[in-house]
């Protein structure tokens, strides 16, 4: 039997406000943000010619996660996400272990996404850019989610203007060969699982509309039809910028390019294009950590509600109707990683705690009945053994960290629990 978070009608209740297109949107800013700008790159290292079909292959873990995660989504429609389908199906530490390996490996890529605007917007002080942008993305989320899904709404607009200029750019120059599409060679299996993993990490974002589900409206009409839309887009805008990109740079040039799009503009001899993109990415960097940082708090809002994290966390804005203590928390946090760190290792680290995090949401799915909306069984299950296997292709240090980190909250699960036990 679910277990609600929150009784109706008490102070920290969210308010439901997000229709279908809210939810599309946001889930489109967190998918098409800084990742399509900066993932191609080390996914050609890793895949060689092979990264088209490292490409498919993450759309089609993406595919099972989102297929499951909206299933249970429209059956707990409750902020956490797959925090609280692994507690209600799994059990307590299950569900734990999901929202922990979220929290953490989210809060990694907002401060990512912090220092992507930074590092394009102003160079030499990105770090002081960094936290400028988590301060002022954190009072608009503050304000409000349905604000929030207004600014993401412009964001997405700008950055698919972009990428359409890129895209045309690129496949309308005499530079462009569809000959460079051909796989060769230098695509090995291991490499393209690495690829796929990386890649992983850009379509993660439609979790945000799940994370979400005590906010939209008719969850369990509006989600199950946002998450398919949100992720189908995305997969199509990027198989048509990396078939783009590959056509004018080839798999070699475009894995060692610092700025994957800004060379395919100046390889396709359009550089009055340069200048748009590094604005472009900017932007998709801000989108990505405008919706992160939503998911964050709201996962976090829920394991606070359990006590999993201080329960002062719990807390919801009486005028506002977010949670604002938790808002405050993840952007501090975030805000003091990106003013003292440097994240741009944590894309994997990341991409680990994510795919752990769905391996969790296919099998909490695999345990639906018929009568709750189960998927095809093939779904979780092809779902929980492309997550596991996708998370073991990673690059070792991505692996061990982010083993050591779970590990590091199981452990601290188990102290919680021992000491509830002798109390009681």
Same mark, same amino acid.
């Given at each position: 039997?679910?277990?609600?978070?929150?009784?109706a009608g008490v102070p920290d209740e969210l308010h439901r406000r997000l229709g279908v297109s809210d939810a599309v949107v946001i889930g489109l800013g967190s998918m098409i943000g800084a990742g399509i700008f900066a993932a191609?790159?080390?996914?050609?290292q890793a895949a060689g010619s092979g990264l088209l079909i490292g490409l498919a292959l993450a759309a089609v873990v993406a595919y099972c996660n989102a297929t499951s995660s909206a299933r249970l989504a429209a059956r707990y429609p409750a902020s956490g996400g797959t925090y609280v389908y692994g507690r209600e199906?799994?059990?307590? &530490?299950?569900?734990?272990?999901?929202?922990?390996?979220?929290?953490?490996g989210k809060t990694a890529s907002c401060a990512t996404m912090a220092?992507?605007?930074?590092?394009?917007?102003?160079?030499?002080?990105a770090h002081a850019v960094a936290v400028a942008a988590v301060?002022?993305?954190t009072v608009v989320n503050y304000a409000g989610v349905h604000k929030s899904a207004l600014v993401t709404r412009v964001i997405v607009a700008v950055v698919l203007a972009v990428l359409a200029a890129v895209v045309v750019a690129a496949l309308t120059s005499s530079a462009s060969e569809a000959a460079r599409l051909a796989v060769g060679d230098d695509a090995s299996f291991g490499g393209v699982l690495q690829a796929a993993g990386l890649l992983f990490f850009a379509?993660?974002? &439609?979790?945000?509309?799940?994370t979400l589900g005590e906010e939209v409206r008719d969850p369990a009409r509006t989600i199950p039809r946002a998450i398919p839309i949100a992720l189908g887009i995305t997969l199509v805008v990027y198989a048509v910028v990396a078939v783009a990109v590959l056509t004018v740079l080839g798999p070699k040039e475009l894995a060692e390019a610092a700025a994957p799009l800004s060379d395919a503009a100046r390889a396709a001899g359009a550089d009055w294009l340069v200048p748009v993109v590094r604005v472009g990415a900017a932007v998709a960097a801000l989108g990505s950590l405008l919706a992160l940082v939503l998911g964050v708090s709201r996962t976090t809002l829920a394991m606070a509600r359990d006590r999993h994290l201080p329960h002062a966390l719990a807390a919801v804005h009486p005028k506002f109707k977010v949670p604002h203590r938790a808002e405050l928390a993840v952007g501090a946090v975030v805000a003091v990683v990106a003013a003292t760190a440097d994240v741009r290792g944590a894309i994997g &680290?990341?991409?680990?705690?994510v795919l752990v995090y769905y391996a969790i949401a296919n099998a909490s799915a695999w345990t639906l009945t018929p009568g709750e909306g189960r998927p095809a069984r093939v779904i979780p299950a092809v779902g929980l053994a492309g997550c596991i296997v996708l998370a073991f292709a990673l690059p070792v240090s991505?692996?061990?960290?982010?083993?050591a980190v779970l590990a590091a909250g199981a452990a601290a699960y188990g102290v919680r629990r021992t000491v509830a036990a002798r109390r009681s």
């Open positions: 039997m679910s277990r609600p978070s929150t009784a191609l790159a080390p996914a050609a199906r799994l059990g307590d &530490f299950w569900g734990y272990l999901a929202g922990w390996g979220f929290v953490v220092l992507t605007v930074g590092s394009y917007v102003w160079p030499g002080q301060v002022a993305l379509f993660a974002g &439609f979790a945000r509309i799940a &680290f990341s991409s680990f705690g991505s692996v061990i960290w982010g083993a």
